[in-house]
Nanobody, 125 residues
Framework: QVQLVESGGGLVQAGGSLRLSCTAS????????MGWFRQVPGKEREFVAT????????YYTDSVKGRFTISRDNAKNTMYLQMNSLKPEDTAVYYCAARAGFLEAAQSKTNYHYWGQGTQVTVSS
């Protein structure tokens, strides 16, 4: 059974940092693009960042550019999201996702086939 499991969420003060991890099991995603999305209650799940299969190409939503960094370690079947200079508006449940069998990064959630259960990130002001 394929599983994506996020970890690293928590409560942090504004200006602080967190590092999210997404570890895959059940299959390898070394040939799959992956991404991070986030969602707050009552709103659509939104794109945060995406990375291609090799890690060479990355894309971010404008609001996190310069503050967040997406990366991956294919040997560990794990993807990361380093979040610095956090703001209260970054508060959300963060989800990782994988595009099974697709090499290139994508920003639309409809392009993703596997999802994690989410991890809560709360940034206090």
């Amino acid at each position: 059974q394929v599983q994506l499991v996020e970890s690293g969420g928590g409560l942090v003060q504004a200006g602080g940092s967190l590092r999210l991890s997404c570890t895959a099991s059940g299959r390898t995603f070394s040939s799959s693009a992956m991404g991070w999305f986030r969602q707050v209650p009552g709103k659509e799940r939104e794109f945060v960042a995406t990375i291609n299969w090799s890690g060479r190409n990355t894309y971010y939503t404008d609001s996190v550019k310069g503050r967040f960094t997406i990366s991956r370690d294919n040997a560990k079947n794990t993807m990361y999201l380093q979040m610095n200079s956090l703001k209260p508006e970054d508060t959300a449940v963060y989800y990782c996702a994988a595009r099974a069998g697709f090499l290139e990064a994508a920003q639309s959630k409809t392009n993703y086939h596997y999802w994690g259960q989410g991890t809560q990130v709360t940034v206090s002001s």
